[in-house]
Every structure is written in C-alpha cells, then in structure tokens.
C-alpha cells in the first residue's frame, strides 16, 4: 500500500504563513509529479502548485509570488511554503502524488491523495 501524509496545516492570521509538508511512504517504486490542491467551502478542489521529480514548479495565478512548492525526492516529501496568506486561501489542502507502485502489473504511475488538513485564515 501507499499513503501520502500531510502535516502543517492550522490556524494562522491574515499576512501569516504556513508550511505544508507531505509525505509519501509504503510499497513505492518511483514517485513523479507532486502538487498540492485545495477546497474551500463551496469550492470545487483546486490545483494550487505541482512540481515534477526535475524540479520544474507550476502556480495557480491565485498564488504565485506568495507560494512556494519543492520536494526531497530522497524522502519522497513535497512541502508547500504559504505566505502572505489571505482569507481566500482558507481551505482544505490537499496533497497529491503520481506513483507508481513496486511490483505494479502496469508501467504507469496511478494517483494518490492525502487525508487533507485544515488552513484557516482569520483575525
């Protein structure tokens, strides 16, 4: 089995920052491309940032300048640096992964996600 671990989440003020950290661990091959997505009440899940096993980032405009994605491939974590963070960016986080499992009949990297956790923004 894979799980994917994700820890940082909390309660923070207007300006604040957070930093997200997810872990992936169990029956694991190779891991490919990593991002974080997010909820908000109401909200369709959203891709915030994902960044491949090179190390090549991409943002959601709503984030860029202010977020900051990166990956320990030696420990097959991906974090998410959060600043200057707003209202709007309250969410559940969610982490991501493309897998692909030891043993695995199929070549091909299958997704797996996260429990989520909880990034409130408020005064």
């Known amino acids: 089995q894979v799980q994917l671990v994700e820890s940082g989440g909390g309660l923070v003020q207007p300006g604040g920052s957070l930093r997200l950290s997810c872990a992936a661990s169990?029956?694991?091959?190779?891991?490919?491309?990593m991002g974080w997505y997010r909820q908000g009440p109401g909200r369709q899940r959203e891709l915030v940032a994902a960044?491949?096993?090179?190390?090549?980032?991409n943002y959601a405009d709503s984030v860029k300048g202010r977020f900051t994605i990166a990956r320990d491939n030696a420990k097959n974590t991906v974090y998410l640096q959060m600043n200057s963070l707003k209202p709007e960016d309250a969410a559940v986080y969610y982490c991501?992964?493309?897998?692909?499992?030891?043993?695995?009949?199929?070549?091909?990297?299958?997704?797996?996600w996260g429990q989520g956790t909880q990034v409130t923004v408020s005064s």
């Open positions: 991501n992964a493309q897998i692909r499992r030891l043993f695995s009949d199929s070549p091909k990297p299958a997704d797996y």
């Open positions: 169990g029956n694991i091959f190779s891991v490919y491309d």
């Open positions: 960044v491949s096993r090179g190390g090549t980032a």
